[in-house]
């Protein structure tokens, strides 16, 4: 595999992977930022939890309203309205989609004041900070009508359990905390690195060393998953003349796009310059989604001294930022979601996104309970909710949105057949097909990147992951992105 020199150029055929004083010379910068202080004062956010920003609780009438109000980021709920329209038609429900607007507003909504919301629209990876406060309720598996249909990737670990084809991914992945043991029998594991708070109570149903389930399969799970993806990170195929397979997550600190390179400005980004660093071989980083602190710490270093070198252009804080700066041809390599990518790529703009050899950074999306949904009227409300969801129309939005749904197949009624067979399938468009919003997303001719879904599933690196999210790290990147 050919490597590159970090920030500052592409080796000629036959050079060594780091030409005189490449590497070397990076190590000696990060080695005499060992030296200095700078990223000690972490220890500032450690008390960051603060109300702010989370709605009071309304009273409870003793009588359920047809109102249900679900915390979500917006990714979906809230941000496509056409969902929520139509699941308030087809229930006999009002929803009302509480925008928390971070990640952080999710989880103070959770373990600080669990009436404000009945279901939370939340991520695998936050169980481990949400599950301890015990502000959520087990799901019951049986109430769930398709549970069936969901993914074996997201139950198993893999698209054919016992496949050894296909990867586990390193990190909090769907399947290491989807299951619940409410009772802490021991029948089932935990995964390697839980939490000791969470230790035998979040469980795993497979063995991951055989690649078999681990007897029945438990009745309780932390949520129901509603969608999730693969992402990497975009790039401008005019400038970067590469096929998106060909590419490394090392491509981000590649030197030859020295200024133009973006990251997130969220720990996901810290996640996926860990990733690069570690596929450039500059950081070791043993497990992507549980590193050391002394790790982090490196990651930090090396990730001040390609600020000094003027590596990146910046950090940014929304995907609509992203899509300016690739438009705009100030960057040519950035992080970015699916909801940048299509919109852009449809505009005729030439941005491809990569498929790592390394795999994808991969996610999904739960639905959870609140512990003070008690009310059996509402509580079956909930569930109503969350299992409408599965019914295929919120799927076809999603999928037109460039993500993946825990449920596939009953998005196909919804769709065209060769549309839905784009998206998931990997297969040519036969014709312009509309997003979310109706506006293109994908032109005649065209292919989706990266192929079809049971391709990405083999091929992930890690899971999104909440080790990379302690006040401390937090505190750390705020004090780096403010150096921009």
């Known amino acids: 595999m050919t490597r590159f020199n970090l920030v500052t150029r592409l080796p000629a055929q036959g050079e060594p992977p780091f030409h005189s004083g490449g590497r070397e010379a990076m190590m000696s910068v990060v080695t005499e930022l060992t030296r200095r202080d700078l990223l000690g004062r972490g220890a500032a956010a450690a008390g960051a939890l603060a109300l702010s920003g989370v709605p009071a609780a309304r009273a409870a009438s003793g009588t359920f309203d047809r109102t249900i109000r679900i915390a979500t980021l917006g990714l979906a709920l809230g941000g496509v309205p056409s969902i929520t329209k139509r699941a308030e038609q087809e229930l006999g429900l009002k929803i009302l989609p509480e925008i928390t607007g971070d990640t952080d507003g999710v989880n103070r909504w959770v373990r600080q004041q669990p009436a404000a919301f009945d279901i939370v629209e939340g991520y695998s990876w936050y169980v481990t900070p949400d599950w301890p406060s015990e502000h959520l309720q087990p799901i019951e598996i049986s109430k769930v009508e398709r549970w069936g249909e969901i993914s074996p990737l997201l139950k198993l670990g893999r698209l054919r359990p016992g496949d050894p084809g296909g990867t586990y991914g390193q990190g909090e992945a769907a399947f ?99 990733i690069a660093a570690h596929a450039l071989g500059l950081l070791r980083i043993r497990d ?74 991969a996610w999904n999306s739960l639905f959870s309970i609140s512990s003070a949904v008690t009310d059996p009227a509402k509580l079956r409300a909930c569930y109503d909710f969350v299992n409408w969801w599965h019914s295929g129309f919120a799927g076809s939005v999603m999928l037109r949105s460039g993500y993946f749904n825990a449920v ?24 312009d097909y509309p997003g979310p919003y109706g506006n293109r997303v994908v032109r005649r001719g065209q292919w989706r990147d990266g192929g079809p879904f049971s391709r990405r599933a083999c091929r992930i690196a890690c899971w999104n992951s909440h080790s990379w999210e302690s006040a401390g790290n937090r505190q750390r990147l705020a004090e780096f992105a403010s150096m921009f």
């Not at 990730?303 to 041809?329: E, N, P, V």
Request: proline share 7%.
């Open 176 to 274: 290491r905390r989807l299951y619940l043991d409410p009772a802490r029998s021991g029948r089932w594991p935990s995964a390697v690195g839980t939490p000791r708070a969470l230790d035998g109570l979040v469980v795993e149903w497979i063995d991951e060393r055989s690649g078999r389930p681990v007897g029945p399969e438990p009745r309780f799970c932390t949520g129901v998953p509603g969608y999730l993806n693969f992402d990497s990170f975009g790039y401008n195929a005019r400038v970067i003349r590469k096929q998106p397979h060909e590419l490394s997550w090392a491509e981000l600190l590649n030197g030859k796009w020295a200024g133009k390179v973006a990251l997130q400005n969220d720990t996901l980004g810290l996640l996926e310059a860990g």
């Open 408 to 431: 596939a197949e009953t998005a196909r009624p919804f769709m065209r057949q060769n549309e839905y067979a784009y998206w998931v399938d990997g297969r040519q468009a036969d014709r």
């Open 288 to 361: 992507l989604g549980n590193p050391t602190q002394r790790e982090i710490d490196a990651l930090f270093r090396l990730l001040i001294a390609l600020k000094r070198m003027k590596h990146f252009f910046g950090l940014w804080d929304d995907d609509r930022q992203a899509t300016d700066w690739m438009r705009s041809g100030e960057v040519v390599i950035e992080s970015m979601w699916a909801s940048s990518l299509s919109p852009l790529a449809g505009l005729g703009f030439p941005v491809r996104q990569a498929a790592p050899r390394e795999g994808y950074r």
